[in-house]
């Protein structure tokens, strides 16, 4: 399998205290800044895609896995969370806001004997 | 069989307080390439330099964007700049206490980003041969 490409997003929740929806919307952020336009010029299929689903948040225990991983349109997506992220408490307004972290790696089993430059 | 595009970036940028068209497109422009980490060339055993960069800018002064600068953010690859009219610019609030309406220059600037990747690429037509 090779890597084509690591998309990088933030998402959080600012008062719900909701880890999985921060992460949800960390992986979206990630998702929808670039495009695998080479599965169209290439005539490559989706199906055969790793997608590789990382989150970080503080409390890697309270983010429901199969829900981020419905996230993912395509491809066989595996989801792991980490103690990562960041909680930004505010006393004084006595609210907790989340952030969550998010690498998604898309990967292909490409044959680089198959492919060459053209001049 | 030629120019293959393999993937789309997109970003946004803003200039909040100098009305700088410039700054604002390369800030999109780098929201754009560093959100994501191409590794394709590796992956089709190509060059980084063998990538075909392009990159589209919308603003609302299209003419007040620098395209060299904008240009020499790109790393690698073989990079192009073109500047349409579009992003968006927002007047600021009018300040009450001087009585008088928001000049034209008191705005904020907004500007999209996309950059198109591309390889001059085919199938190997020696498939195999090599195995």
Same mark, same amino acid.
């Given at each position: 399998m090779k890597r084509l490409i690591l998309e990088m997003g933030t998402g959080n929740d600012l008062y719900g205290e909701?880890? =999985?929806?921060?992460?949800?919307?960390?992986?979206?952020?990630?998702?929808?800044?670039?495009?695998?336009?080479l599965f169209r010029s290439l005539g490559l299929s989706h199906e055969d895609m790793q997608v590789n689903v990382t989150i970080g948040v503080q409390k890697p225990d309270s983010v429901d896995t199969k829900i981020v991983a419905d996230e993912l349109p395509r491809?066989?997506?595996?989801? =792991?969370?980490?103690?990562?992220?960041?909680?930004?408490?505010?006393?004084?307004?006595?609210?907790?806001?989340?952030?969550? =972290?998010?690498?998604?790696?898309?990967?292909?089993?490409?044959?680089?004997?198959?492919?060459?430059?053209?001049? | 069989?030629?120019?293959?595009?393999?993937?789309?970036?997109?970003?946004?940028?803003?200039?909040?307080?100098?009305q700088d068209y410039t700054k604002a497109a390369i800030r999109a422009l780098q929201d754009a390439l560093w959100h994501?980490?191409?590794t394709m060339a590796d992956a089709f055993g190509f060059s980084r330099e063998d990538m075909i960069v392009e990159v589209e800018i919308?603003?609302?002064? +299209?003419?007040?964007?620098d395209i060299e600068a904008v240009k020499?953010?790109? +790393?690698?690859?073989?990079g192009s700049v073109i500047v349409v009219h579009g992003g968006l610019d927002?007047?600021?609030?009018?300040?009450?206490s001087l009585g008088k309406p928001p000049a034209d220059t008191d705005k904020t600037v907004i500007?999209?980003?996309?950059?198109?990747?591309?390889?001059?690429?085919?199938?190997? =037509?020696?498939?195999?041969?090599?195995?």
């Open positions: 909701d880890y =999985t929806k921060a992460a949800c919307r960390a992986v979206q952020d990630a998702l929808h800044h670039s495009s695998l336009v491809g066989n997506a595996v989801v =792991t969370v980490v103690k990562g992220g960041l909680d930004v408490h505010d006393k004084d307004n006595d609210t907790c806001s989340v952030i969550a =972290t998010a690498a998604v790696e898309a990967c292909l089993d490409i044959n680089p004997d198959d492919w060459e430059l053209t001049r | 069989m030629a120019k293959k595009k393999v993937a789309m970036e997109l970003g946004m940028g803003t200039s909040l307080r100098r994501n980490s191409l919308g603003v609302q002064k +299209p003419e007040a964007v020499a953010i790109l +790393p690698y690859g073989k927002i007047a600021k609030p009018a300040d009450k500007a999209n980003a996309a950059v198109n990747v591309f390889f001059n690429m085919q199938p190997a =037509t020696n498939k195999g041969a090599s195995a």
